[in-house]
């Protein structure tokens, strides 16, 4: 059973950065064939996808984050980041990673994902 442990949020200002980062364990193949994804939700909001990554490295962001959001995974550390700068309040929600075995394709919808963390919050104070 694949487990994703979510890590890095916290408390920052208008502008600030966060890098969180998404512990994967439990594959035999760790996340070298996985396709991922960070998500966030806000209180009384969808949970909405924020960025996704394939297998090859194929990275795909929302309107909201291009340019400020950066997805990216380590295989050898079976980890996955996302580096966030120049937040805004409007980025303060729970942020969750998730992930799905496919290999060549590509994922972004919720449906598309087998595997979720239990979130970590980031909170932007204006």
């Known amino acids: 059973q694949v487990q994703l442990v979510e890590s890095g949020g916290g408390s920052v200002q208008t502008g600030g950065s966060l890098r969180l980062s998404c512990a994967a364990s439990g594959s035999t193949y760790g996340i070298s064939l996985y396709c991922m994804a960070w998500f966030r939700q806000a209180p009384g909001e969808e949970r909405e996808t924020i960025a996704s990554?394939?297998?090859?490295?194929?990275?795909s962001y929302a309107e909201s984050v291009k340019g400020r959001f950066t997805i990216s995974k380590d295989n050898a550390a079976n980890t996955l980041y996302l580096q966030m700068n120049s937040l805004k309040p409007e980025d303060t929600a729970m942020y969750y990673c998730?992930?799905?075995?496919?290999?060549?394709?590509?994922?972004?919808?919720?449906?598309?994902?087998?595997?979720w963390g239990q979130g970590t919050q980031v909170t932007v104070s204006s």
């Open positions: 990554i394939n297998n090859l490295g194929l990275t």
């Open positions: 998730a992930a799905v075995v496919r290999s060549g394709g590509f994922c972004y919808t919720y449906a598309d994902f087998a595997y």
